[in-house]
């Protein structure tokens, strides 16, 4: 008989949920029903500061031991694998104590972290400990997007020039992580070489953080694609999930484009083999869909603690999010480009840039 791995959840999020911008989206809620799907994983303990949150989390996924401070969690149960579900300031501490502690897994929530030295803190912590820390950009699960990688690696539209997308009402982090994730999935996770943005910034907070009104993107491949996200506007007018619409994203080719329509669910192929549709009947832009998403974002972890190899979420494919996310802020800091690998002068930094930038 297969073992199952003991999972703890860290900040299981409120029993009503909203998809507001600033939180409340109850993640940690997704989280315990992978668990609960998954025959290999236990839901063992949780951990959350708001008593009333823990208490609703426990009765409803009946998990009877519930902690207010989760590094008297980790030390009591020993969870193989811990869930961090909290806002992306405190993903590197709670990250960093797992590993410290023997665990074995982190799922770990976007966006990443919130400044180049946790980066490097986390990563030094992986590298030191072997922790499998897979990030939940689950969207690289999702038919259609891995569609758009395949067709990309086959040469369907040529080289890569361009992936574009707008995204109506959100930010370069929040929500933009995801893209920024997916153009790095789509062009096989390669180094970014620069990036340049600008932003408008106010009094907007959100997720413990400044977050900014409006702010776009660019930036370079080391294969030359560019990748352009203007976390604020959709690109084109009119809705972009009904048909006819403008595409939610588009991805150039040096020989056609890809158009990916209506919510994820339509894939339109304009290759020099003519037009083709790929239709997902699943869709979903939030990767709410747990059979398409979430379940192989446990199997991946399951497989990979078993001795399997590493899923498209893990570490050393996702960190490069991480890095993009941050370069792009630091870009709007620091009003110049930046190339990477980051100096030392961005890697000391130790803020979220953009709580800096709002200061000005
Ligand atoms: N992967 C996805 O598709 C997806 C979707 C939505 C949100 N998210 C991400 O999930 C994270 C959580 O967002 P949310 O809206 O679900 O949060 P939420 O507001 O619903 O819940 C956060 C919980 O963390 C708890 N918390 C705060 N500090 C804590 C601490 N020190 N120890 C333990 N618990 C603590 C809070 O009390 C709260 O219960 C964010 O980073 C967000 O970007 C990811």
Same mark, same amino acid.
């Given at each position: 008989m297969e073992n199952t791995y003991r999972c703890a959840i860290i900040g299981v999020g409120a029993p009503t949920q909203t998809?507001?911008?600033?939180?409340?989206h109850q993640i940690g809620y997704s989280h315990a029903?992978?668990?609960?799907?998954?025959?290999? &994983?236990?839901?063992? =303990?949780?951990?959350? #500061?708001?008593?009333?949150? &823990?208490?609703?989390?426990?009765?409803?996924?009946?998990?009877?031991?519930g902690y207010a401070d989760y590094r008297a969690m980790l030390e009591e149960q020993k969870p193989d694998i811990v869930s961090i579900c909290t806002y992306v300031g405190l993903h590197e501490p709670m990250a960093v104590a797992c590993a410290e502690r023997g665990v074995k897994g982190i799922f770990l929530e976007k966006p990443i972290v919130h400044s180049p030295a946790a980066l490097r803190r986390l990563s030094q912590a992986i590298d030191e400990s072997g922790i499998k820390v897979a990030v939940a950009h689950v969207r690289r699960y999702i038919p259609s997007l891995r569609n758009i990688r395949d067709e990309l690696a086959a040469?369907? #539209?040529?080289?890569?020039?361009?992936?574009?997308?707008?995204?109506?009402?959100?930010?370069?982090?929040? /929500?933009? @992580?995801?893209?920024?994730?997916?153009?790095?999935?789509?062009?096989?996770d390669r180094p970014v070489s620069w990036?340049?943005?600008?932003?408008?910034?106010?009094?907007?907070?959100?997720?413990g953080h400044a977050m900014e009104d409006h702010a776009v993107a660019c930036?370079?491949?080391?294969?030359h694609a560019r990748g352009l996200l203007d976390?604020?506007?959709?690109?084109?007018?009119?809705? @972009?999930?009904?048909?006819?619409?403008?595409?939610?994203?588009?991805?150039?080719?040096?020989?056609?484009?890809?158009?990916?329509?209506?919510? &994820?669910?339509?894939?339109? #192929?304009?290759?020099?083999d003519g037009k083709r549709e790929v239709i997902d009947p699943a869709g979903g832009d939030r990767g709410e869909n747990r059979e398409t998403t979430w379940a192989p974002y446990a199997a991946g972890m399951v497989s990979w603690l078993d001795g399997g190899d590493p899923p498209p979420t893990a570490w050393e494919f996702t960190?490069?999010?991480?890095? $993009?996310?941050? =370069?792009?802020?630091?870009?709007?800091?620091?009003?110049?480009?930046?190339? $990477?690998?980051?100096?030392?002068?961005?890697?000391?930094?130790?803020? /979220?840039? &953009?709580? #800096?930038?709002?200061?000005?």
């Open positions: 998809w507001a911008k600033g939180g409340g029903r992978m668990i609960e799907a998954d025959p290999r &994983l236990e839901l063992v =303990a949780a951990a959350d #500061i708001h008593s009333g949150n &823990l208490r609703a989390f426990q009765e409803k996924f009946s998990v009877t031991k040469g369907t #539209i040529g080289q890569p020039l361009l992936f574009m997308a707008g995204i109506d009402g959100w930010d370069l982090c929040e /929500w933009g @992580s995801h893209w920024l994730d997916a153009f790095r999935f789509f062009n096989g990036v340049t943005a600008q932003g408008r910034v106010r009094d907007l907070r959100g997720y930036f370079e491949f080391d294969n976390g604020g506007r959709r690109i084109g007018s009119g809705e @972009s999930d009904c048909a006819g619409a403008p595409p939610v994203m588009t991805i150039v080719g040096t020989e056609g484009v890809m158009y990916l329509r209506e919510w &994820l669910k339509k894939l339109e #192929i304009l290759g020099a960190r490069g999010t991480a890095e $993009l996310n941050l =370069a792009a802020y630091l870009s709007m800091l620091r009003g110049d480009r930046i190339d $990477l690998p980051w100096d030392e002068e961005a890697a000391a930094i130790d803020e /979220w840039p &953009l709580e #800096i930038f709002a200061r000005r």
